[in-house]
């Protein structure tokens, strides 16, 4: 069947329409109508082959929600009209060490959505349906498409890094990540503390939940009581020392916001309290699963700008300039 879809044609290009055919699926596959996607800023690198990756023409688009149309003939845990969320990853191998420990995120093998493959952008995506996840009824479908991408990465960054609850969690920027993963830490019985350098983003992390707000950290400020985690949401590059220093004994500083220069610190500023630095992707599929069940339960919904699909450039730009509060979403049912 041919597919209607929005592609970058070349190297940064602005979207385009662009007409593609998907061919027959396999077995476990499933062939999902879009109604809404995320734009992230990963779907940006992938346009402008920041990561070397990219193949033209690019349809973008991987915090995809829609509804199953088709599934292969292996296909078990779906069914035709069920409403399902897919997010960067489209497949692994489900075979190897990290697939069968269910973390398929970390597997040698695993595709994403929209590496050498057409993604969200389009009127109709396929993928392994092993890695499309039903949506509670109580997520609208412009508040879930974030949560497949953003909302995983936070979400797992926080569990990996020890996050329970009766904790104090550190989140520094409030931005398309940063106020998910307040939310989350949050509304799962933390104490938050935010970093951020802009004064409208604190009273906006206050007003989300946010116990304590640090305006333009310094080395000055200290905090009245220190951090078990600290979430980094932002590509900047910050006084990481700093940060190291408001961890508690055991505490963690995780990154999935990636500074652009490599981070140099003593070893001895780790050691002394036992004291870790972790990075982390998204999640595997029973995280992305749990992640869904309490943004349910606990209404942790995105903030989000609805784009109609015309206005697809419009939206990249303004994801591109950071002037989105806080998720771009463009909506394919009008």
Not at 15 to 23: A, G, P, S, T, V
């Amino acid at each position: 069947m041919k597919v209607n879809a929005l592609a970058s044609k070349t190297k940064g290009a602005s979207l385009e329409n662009f007409e593609y055919e998907i061919k027959e699926h396999s077995s476990f596959d499933c062939l999902i109508q879009v109604e809404t996607c995320g734009i992230c800023h990963s779907d940006i690198h992938m346009i402008d082959n920041d990561w070397g990756m990219s193949r033209y023409p690019l349809v973008p688009g991987h915090e995809i929600v829609g509804r199953v149309v088709d599934i292969g003939n292996e296909v078990q845990h779906l069914k035709i009209g069920d409403r399902v969320g897919v997010g960067w990853q489209a497949s692994a191998c489900l075979e190897c060490e990290e697939c069968l420990n269910g973390k398929e995120n970390l597997c040698n093998k695993n595709v994403g959505v929209i590496v050498g493959r057409h993604g969200g952008f389009a009127k109709y995506v396929q993928v392994d349906s092993r890695f499309a996840f039903k949506i509670p009824d109580s997520i609208e479908s412009n508040k879930a498409s974030p949560l497949m991408c953003a909302g995983i990465t936070v979400y797992s960054a926080l569990r990996y890094a020890g996050m329970s609850s009766g904790q104090h969690i550190g989140i520094i920027g409030i931005g398309g990540l940063g106020h998910l993963a307040l939310q989350f830490a949050q509304k799962l019985g933390n104490k938050v503390t935010v970093f951020t350098t802009s004064k409208d983003k604190a009273e906006f992390a206050l007003n989300l939940g946010a116990s304590d707000v640090v305006l333009n950290p310094t080395p000055k400020d200290k905090l009245n009581s220190k951090l078990n985690i600290i979430i980094n949401t932002v590509p900047a590059d910050l006084d990481w020392k700093y940060f190291i220093n408001q961890l508690k004994p055991d505490g963690t500083l995780t990154f999935v916001g990636v500074p652009p220069k490599p981070i140099s610190l003593p070893i001895g500023m780790l050691l002394d309290q036992r004291k870790r630095i972790m990075a982390s992707p998204i999640g595997g599929r029973a995280m992305i699963q749990e992640m869904l069940k309490l943004a349910a339960e606990h209404e942790i919904f995105p903030v989000t700008e609805i784009f109609d699909k015309e206005e697809a450039n419009l939206a990249i730009e303004k994801v591109r300039n950071n002037t989105i509060r806080y998720r771009a979403v463009l909506d394919f049912r009008k």
